[in-house]
């Protein structure tokens, strides 16, 4: 039997999904480019807190027994780091598991997930799997300010008698763009409370402008929020797999009785205290970002290239022209960035903020990629 012949075995939402495509060989690219810029994956080009590092390596030593199933110590640090209680949070082998696990709890056949147009990939994926109908709001227009953000009003608007779910970002990956505390409480409160909404604040710890607050604010006024958060970008912990959720004590319960026992590992659970913690390398990272976001962004505009507004660690950024050339040029000189295709953007590459240096060596290749 081949893989048509067993996926007509499989349950329907899977029966339409493809797997996941890695796209480059990024383990071969090491090899071949001794020195290869990744800015393809919004990774931290800090990396962790040392206090993180060294506590995850110490928690090597426990490894043969299983980690705490209710991972405690990192809950109940959350939980005073965001002031809500330990049973407002759930712990995730990433917080794509958790997306992923929301989809499944809450949705399914005859049901839709409401996301924008341009929203982060994974949306889609869980309202699939889940044999929901995935209901594609319009973004905000391209061109400035505020290109093809989320479209809030649009959002509403798409929510329906079937809605179960709506899967939001702020800021947005891949347009880095983002919507005001103001206009979200407003958005929030149209919504029956019968509709979940989940905030992904992946990128919040990078935001620098104050208009942007964070949607657990909002928790106590509106049950059906649902916020995640991630190890994998600021605190620099992404080959960790951890991120968590927060939301309404009685939703967690419900989420519990899908949660695999041992979802989160131990050096995970013990470097993402000390990274919470370390309040210090997050702000270091933050305001080191910032500066480059700034830099890089004036770089690309100086080249006439389109960037779209970025509270994030990465640029959306506009080549007026089928980017895939541009793409495979910086790949041959060491220099990886993210194809936008996928996501309906085929002009566009999304380029992480590296480091300095990695910048500049980018800016460097780019110039001979366009020569
Ligand atoms: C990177 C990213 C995440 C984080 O995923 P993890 O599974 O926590 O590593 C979540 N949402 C968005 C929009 C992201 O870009």
Same mark, same amino acid.
């Given at each position: 039997m081949d893989e048509a012949a067993f996926s007509a075995l499989a349950q329907p939402g899977l029966q339409r999904l493809r797997a996941y495509d890695p796209g480059l060989d990024l383990v071969a690219l090491r090899q071949s480019h001794p020195g290869l810029v990744e @800015? *393809?994956?919004?990774?931290?080009?800090? *990396?962790? /807190?040392a206090a993180a590092r060294a506590a995850a390596v110490a928690a090597i030593d426990t490894a043969f027994v299983y980690p705490d199933p209710l991972g405690g110590a990192l809950r109940r640090a959350l939980a005073v780091h965001h002031g809500? #209680?330990? %049973?407002q949070l759930m712990l995730g082998n990433g917080s794509h598991e958790l997306l992923m696990m929301l989809g499944q709890a809450f949705a399914g056949p005859g049901l839709d997930v409401v996301a924008s147009q $341009? #929203? $982060? &990939?994974v949306y889609a994926l869980a309202a699939q799997a889940a044999g929901a109908t995935l209901v594609q709001a319009p973004a905000l227009p391209?061109? =400035?300010?505020? &290109?093809? *953000?989320?479209d809030l009003a649009a959002l509403a608007a798409a929510? #329906?008698? =079937? +809605?179960r779910l709506v899967y939001l970002a %702020?800021?947005? %990956?891949? +347009?880095g763009t983002w919507f005001g505390a103001g206009e979200f409480g407003d958005f929030m409160a149209e919504l029956p409370p019968t509709v979940l909404v989940v905030v992904d604040? !992946?990128? @919040?710890?990078?935001? +620098?402008? /104050? /208009?942007? *607050?964070? !949607? @657990?604010? @909002?928790l106590p006024r509106f049950p059906n929020l649902v916020v995640t958060r991630t190890f994998s970008k600021a605190h620099g912990l992404a080959g960790l797999r951890l991120g968590y959720l927060v939301a309404a004590p009685g939703l967690v319960a419900v989420l519990e009785r899908l949660r695999? /026992?041992? %979802?989160?590992?131990g050096p995970a659970l013990a470097a993402g205290e000390a990274a919470l913690a370390d309040t210090a390398h997050v702000a270091y990272v933050r305001q080191a970002n910032a500066d480059e976001r700034q830099a890089l962004a004036d770089a690309l505009r100086a080249r006439e290239l389109g960037v779209s507004p970025s509270q994030t660690n990465f640029l959306l950024v506009d $080549?007026? =022209?089928? &980017?895939a050339p541009v793409e495979q040029g910086l790949v041959a000189r060491g220099v990886v960035p993210r194809p936008m295709g996928g996501y309906g953007l085929p002009t566009c590459l999304r380029i992480t903020v590296g480091t300095r240096d990695q910048n500049r060596r980018f800016l460097q290749a780019l110039d001979e990629v366009l020569a």
């Amino acid at each position: 039997m081949d893989e048509a012949a067993f996926s007509a075995l499989a349950q329907p939402g899977l029966q339409r999904l493809r797997a996941y495509d890695p796209g480059l060989d990024l383990v071969a690219l090491r090899q071949s480019h001794p020195g290869l810029v990744e @800015l *393809g994956s919004n990774e931290n080009c800090y *990396g962790p /807190s040392a206090a993180a590092r060294a506590a995850a390596v110490a928690a090597i030593d426990t490894a043969f027994v299983y980690p705490d199933p209710l991972g405690g110590a990192l809950r109940r640090a959350l939980a005073v780091h965001h002031g809500v #209680g330990p %049973n407002q949070l759930m712990l995730g082998n990433g917080s794509h598991e958790l997306l992923m696990m929301l989809g499944q709890a809450f949705a399914g056949p005859g049901l839709d997930v409401v996301a924008s147009q $341009f #929203g $982060f &990939a994974v949306y889609a994926l869980a309202a699939q799997a889940a044999g929901a109908t995935l209901v594609q709001a319009p973004a905000l227009p391209g061109g =400035r300010p505020m &290109a093809r *953000g989320h479209d809030l009003a649009a959002l509403a608007a798409a929510v #329906g008698p =079937r +809605t179960r779910l709506v899967y939001l970002a %702020n800021p947005n %990956n891949p +347009t880095g763009t983002w919507f005001g505390a103001g206009e979200f409480g407003d958005f929030m409160a149209e919504l029956p409370p019968t509709v979940l909404v989940v905030v992904d604040e !992946a990128y @919040l710890e990078y935001v +620098t402008d /104050s /208009s942007i *607050g964070t !949607a @657990l604010d @909002l928790l106590p006024r509106f049950p059906n929020l649902v916020v995640t958060r991630t190890f994998s970008k600021a605190h620099g912990l992404a080959g960790l797999r951890l991120g968590y959720l927060v939301a309404a004590p009685g939703l967690v319960a419900v989420l519990e009785r899908l949660r695999e /026992s041992f %979802n989160v590992n131990g050096p995970a659970l013990a470097a993402g205290e000390a990274a919470l913690a370390d309040t210090a390398h997050v702000a270091y990272v933050r305001q080191a970002n910032a500066d480059e976001r700034q830099a890089l962004a004036d770089a690309l505009r100086a080249r006439e290239l389109g960037v779209s507004p970025s509270q994030t660690n990465f640029l959306l950024v506009d $080549f007026g =022209r089928d &980017a895939a050339p541009v793409e495979q040029g910086l790949v041959a000189r060491g220099v990886v960035p993210r194809p936008m295709g996928g996501y309906g953007l085929p002009t566009c590459l999304r380029i992480t903020v590296g480091t300095r240096d990695q910048n500049r060596r980018f800016l460097q290749a780019l110039d001979e990629v366009l020569a």
